[in-house]
């Protein structure tokens, strides 16, 4: 049965678990390919709505379903100590990203450790539209996506890291979590569907693993 996410919880809350290394993909207009794409100017691009589904074989009138529009807020990643957070003020959303090492050793008052990795617990897609994340700050970013479908495999995740000079907007059904970052705090503007219906995976759970997302491109 699925349960709603506790987003907000104390690292010491979730287990030791073993880690899975996400591979690090510079973003291209090449490499987002199907998961999405690099945006220049926020101002001149649209979000995908997607239409409401049919209930039976009669179709949603084609000029209906997709009125919900969008909203827009600022995304907020904060380091505090080895725990990232991330607040989404579009959808006024509050979470616990992930940790920068084992969360039983995770201290939220001081830095313990490099945050060179985030040690991901929970992915979710939106099957109502498409999402946009563009920096406010000219600083590298890294976004743990996935294709679509309900069948999500560790092996399935790669990790994109954009240079910070564009936004990274992610069509519907995508897999994927928040923004990530080594710089202590960042902001977006994010951009996405108004409905925010949200189909999530508990990694943990669901794997007996947690995802390690590297944040730092290799020379």
């Known amino acids: 049965m699925n349960t709603v996410p506790q987003y907000i919880f104390k ?7 073993p880690t899975i290394q996400v591979p690090l993909v510079v973003a291209t207009d090449e490499t987002v390919t199907g998961y999405g ?10 979000i995908e709505i997607t239409r409401w589904p049919a209930q039976g074989w009669r179709p949603v009138d084609e000029d209906s379903g997709d009125e919900g529009g969008t ?6 990643c904060e380091w505090e ?5 991330g607040r989404n003020e579009a959808v006024h959303g509050y979470y616990v990203l992930g940790w920068s090492r084992d969360p039983q050793e995770a201290s939220e008052s001081s830095r313990t450790v490099p945050r060179d990795q985030v040690l991901l617990w929970h992915m979710n897609y939106h099957p109502d539209g498409g999402q946009l ?31 910070g000079s564009k936004g990274l907007y992610i069509h519907p059904n995508i897999w ?3 923004i990530f970052s080594a710089a202590p705090s960042f ?3 994010d951009r996405q569907g108004a409905v925010h219906a949200r189909v999530s995976c508990n990694l943990g759970d669901e794997f007996g693993h947690y995802l390690s997302v590297p944040l730092v491109r290799e020379a």
């Open 176 to 178: 994927h979590e928040g």
């Open 187 to 189: 902001r977006f503007l």
């Open 11 to 17: 690292a010491s809350d979730k287990p030791s678990l």
């Open 37 to 46: 794409k690099l945006v220049d100017d926020p101002g001149l691009f649209d």
């Open 71 to 76: 909203v827009e807020g600022i995304f907020t």
């Open 81 to 85: 100590g080895d725990v990232l957070f």
């Open 133 to 163: 994340f563009y920096p406010l700050e000219n600083k590298p970013f890294v976004v743990p996506v996935a294709m679509p479908g309900d069948d999500l495999k560790p092996e399935d995740v790669i990790a994109l890291w954009c240079d």
